[in-house]
């Protein structure tokens, strides 16, 4: 199967044509560690090491690197800023002991240039960022959020539940005798027994 994804330079070997699935691999990237953490990729032109559906671009950079190539960094945030993407990421493998000025430096190059910085510390873990890129890549904010629970009493249950001594039931059943969380933190030791 082939795809060819906007901001790409051409077509892609994709593993899957499900959404979400699509995960393009610059073949710079070749010989990268984390390529055998990763399924469902295949080598394809993207000016982005990793190309998330069409909207999402990634940069992957380990630090060590870095700090002997200098001069590489600059080009290719402005070659992927180019790029038409919703979403920029600048994924970096830290992987030496005095990292904080390099992370400094990079993060203001992430916020002059509009990526999203991510720091990982291993390969497998950089290569979980990418799958949960490739994993919501097609879905709404929303599906991120939260979701607030409607049952009565719902947060003096989440509340008391975390005394291990405390169930459900009993919150359950104290609260209806009771009829609201502001009674139970008035009552008295004997009013509870």
């Not at 610059?26 to 559906?53: H, I, R, S």
């Not at 380990?62 to 919703?86: M, N, S, T």
């Not at 290569?127 to 097609?138: G, I, M, P, T, V």
Request: charged residues 20%; contains cysteine; hydrophobic residues 45%.
């Amino acid at each position: 199967v082939s795809a060819s994804l906007p901001g790409c330079r051409g077509t892609a070997p994709m593993a899957s044509t499900r959404p979400g699935d699509r995960l393009v691999v610059n073949p710079l990237q070749k010989g990268n560690p984390l390529l055998k953490y990763l399924a469902g990729w295949g080598f394809g032109e993207t000016v982005a090491d990793y190309q998330v559906e069409e909207h999402t671009c990634v940069l992957f950079l380990q630090l060590k690197f870095h700090l002997l190539h200098r001069d590489y960094l600059l080009p290719r945030l402005q070659a992927i800023g180019a790029v038409p993407c919703h979403l920029r990421v600048f994924l970096c493998l830290c992987d030496v002991e005095d990292s904080t000025q390099a992370l400094v430096q990079i993060q203001r190059l992430c916020v002059e240039h509009k990526f999203t910085l991510m720091v990982c510390w291993t390969s497998d873990e950089a290569a979980l960022y990418l799958a949960s890129l490739r994993k919501f890549a097609n879905r709404s904010a929303e599906v991120l959020k939260a979701k607030r629970e409607t049952a009565p009493f719902a947060a003096a249950t989440a509340a008391l539940t975390q005394v291990r001594s405390i169930n459900k039931t009993d919150v359950a059943t104290v609260l209806a005798a009771l009829g609201s969380f502001r009674r139970l933190a008035e009552a008295q030791e004997e009013d509870l027994s």
